[in-house]
């Protein structure tokens, strides 16, 4: 194996020595096995490849001080996956099945978890796709669900510096009563474009509004919104939003430090009241946000006034991440020490 320059890792792909699969067959699922090649073996007509019969997680595992690698949340993951499964109608993964897998390729995999301090992570990809050769618009027979595991750095190359974002009303993430809330390859494809215009003008990511009345915050293209007024952790409420396992972790550790949470629509309006705002997810935690920009109405939204995060950011921030690497005590038992 090449040495691997821990610091300066990008958020990519990388080969890993295993991934781990199994497959829906006859009601049933196989016993998970390891796996060397980085490919899938499928046929042309799969319904993953004509209906979008596929959903993922992220998840990730850290190294701590001790050494010792801890994986964040993976039950909350592994029923998330569930949801979803049901939104589109795929064979639901038991949970105990899902654990199993993740703790399988995290330790196959071990030499590929980032030293502690690197600033880097082990991120982990589970993947479950329908299999089935169909022509019909139907649900799929057959499943196979893998995970890989790939060694990342920070999600923004800024790392967690403000970035400035912008809200583009001529685009939606996804539709009132679709797909928004689980996490299927087709949000992230409607988000595709949009996206890349807003790198190309200098943002690093677009706010979506809502897609029916385009007066509230929805969501961050790959994360959850929230913003910071008054002592109160204030998050968007939405039936298109993906429920974020960080932005979970996170309102539970605002209440910890004596704030107010509220989750509930949130107008367009109210960015301009708040003192902080950031966008939070498993691959970044907490991207703290510049400015934000509504191109079509002219009119801009400013949240750091000297370029650095705000206090609230940064103080959640690394209350978060002490948790993830074992430097502060898990109380709420959500990290899995892998033995």
């Not at 099945?97 to 991120?123: C, D, H, I, T, W």
Request: glycine fraction near 8%; include cysteine.
């Amino acid at each position: 194996m090449d040495v691997i320059d821990w610091s300066n890792l990008s958020f990519g792909y990388m080969k890993t020595d295993y991934n781990v699969r199994c497959h829906y067959r006859d009601g049933k699922w196989s016993d998970p096995e390891l796996e060397t090649s980085e490919y899938i073996n499928l046929h042309m007509a799969a319904t993953c490849l004509h209906y979008g019969q596929e959903v993922f997680e992220g998840l990730k595992a850290f190294r701590g001080k001790d050494g010792k690698i801890r994986i964040f949340r993976m039950r909350e993951n592994a029923l998330r996956l569930q949801s979803s499964c049901r939104g589109i109608m795929m064979a639901e993964l038991p949970v105990e099945r899902f654990e199993e897998m993740v703790l399988l390729a995290v330790k196959k995999n071990e030499r590929f978890v980032p030293p502690y301090q690197s600033g880097a992570s082990l991120y982990i990809r589970p993947l479950l796709i329908g299999t089935s050769a169909q022509v019909g618009v139907k649900p799929a027979k057959e499943y196979t669900f893998l995970i890989f595991v790939t060694p990342v750095g920070p999600y923004f190359k800024e790392g967690f510096k403000p970035t400035p974002m912008v809200i583009m009303r001529e685009y939606d993430r996804a539709a009132p009563l679709g797909t928004g809330t689980y996490k299927v390859g087709g949000n992230y494809a409607a988000s595709l474009r949009s996206g890349e215009k807003a790198h190309e003008m200098g943002y690093s990511a677009v706010l979506y509004l809502d897609a029916r009345e385009k007066k509230y915050i929805d969501e961050c293209g790959p994360a959850n919104f929230f913003g910071i007024r008054d002592n109160t952790y204030i998050t968007p409420k939405s039936e298109s939003i993906l429920p974020s396992i960080t932005n979970k972790s996170l309102m539970q550790l605002a209440e910890e430090i004596g704030m107010k949470v509220e989750r509930r629509p949130v107008l367009e309006e109210e960015l301009a009241t708040f003192e902080e705002a950031g966008a939070c997810g498993t691959a970044a935690v907490i991207s703290p946000i510049l400015r934000i920009d509504d191109l079509s109405e002219n009119r801009s939204y400013h949240f750091s006034k000297d370029g650095k995060a705000g206090p609230i950011c940064e103080k959640l921030y690394h209350k978060l991440r002490a948790i993830q690497y074992g430097d502060e005590p898990d109380k709420y038992g959500w990290v899995t020490v892998v033995e």
